[in-house]
């Protein structure tokens, strides 16, 4: 089976613009998580979506945001990006909607200038 | 609300010596627990996961954990380690319901010859 796959891989972008990522979970998995990794603040959840809702949400401002299509696919969207911005985006998936190993894709470097 | 600490955030040990790394939780309820591997620039992968059953749990590549429900701790062992193993380990906590983790700061492990 193919793994969690992300897109693009590496991303640089400025002040103000803002930054569509997408995740393609293993196949058969309906439940994808988004984590932001940063030196000063480690990895924190941004939320979950499982058969297109959303049902955890991390402590973020509005400006990120989130959906899941029908095939399970999901893009999280970060507006007006800011500095603090920057960092490694994972994206994680899988197949049970209760507590279960989650597995993660290799990320997004997005760099805000 | 739910925490992990790692006390160690570097750990430098000799090459075919016993490694250790420390995780503490604090969670409410009965703790689903994971430990992560991070090498340079790449997304997490599983070593090894704890639902419930047997309290030491075996995982991936020689790697061991115990938990101990007392001591609100889920270390992470292995007997050897091999230059390989060089990379951060993350240790997280996840919630009875959904699939959002609360993760550790991180443990550094670097491996002398």
């Known amino acids: 089976k193919a793994g969690v796959t992300q897109t693009p891989r590496y991303l640089i972008k400025t002040r103000g613009q803002q930054v569509t990522l997408s995740c393609s979970p293993i196949s058969g998995h309906r439940s994808v998580s988004w984590y932001q990794q940063t030196p000063g603040q480690g990895l924190q959840f941004l939320f979950e979506?499982?058969?297109?809702?959303?049902?955890n949400k991390g402590n973020f401002p509005g400006r990120f945001s989130g959906r899941q299509f029908s095939n399970s696919r999901s893009e999280m969207n970060v507006s007006t990006l800011e500095l603090g911005d920057s960092a490694l985006y994972l994206c994680?998936?899988?197949?049970?909607?209760?507590?279960?190993?989650?597995?993660f894709g290799p990320g997004t470097r997005l760099t805000v200038l | 609300a739910q925490s992990v600490t790692q006390p160690d955030i570097h750990i430098t040990v000799s090459e075919g010596a016993s490694l250790e790394l420390r995780c503490n939780y604090s969670y409410g309820a009965t703790p689903y627990l994971f430990w992560y591997v991070q090498s340079p620039g790449q997304g997490l992968q599983l070593l090894l996961k704890?639902?419930?059953?047997?309290?030491l749990v075996q995982g991936i590549k020689g790697f061991e954990a115990e938990f101990k429900r007392s001591q609100s701790s889920f270390n992470l062992r292995k007997p050897s380690v091999h230059w390989s193993d060089a990379a951060e380990y993350f240790c997280?906590?996840?919630?009875?319901?959904?699939?959002?983790?609360?993760f550790g700061g991180g443990t550094r492990v670097l491996v002398k010859p």
């Open positions: 994680a998936s899988s197949s049970r909607d209760s507590t279960d190993t989650q597995y």
């Open positions: 997280a906590v996840g919630q009875a319901a959904g699939n959002k983790l609360t």
């Open positions: 704890y639902f419930s059953g047997d309290t």
């Open positions: 979506y499982f058969s297109e809702t959303q049902r």
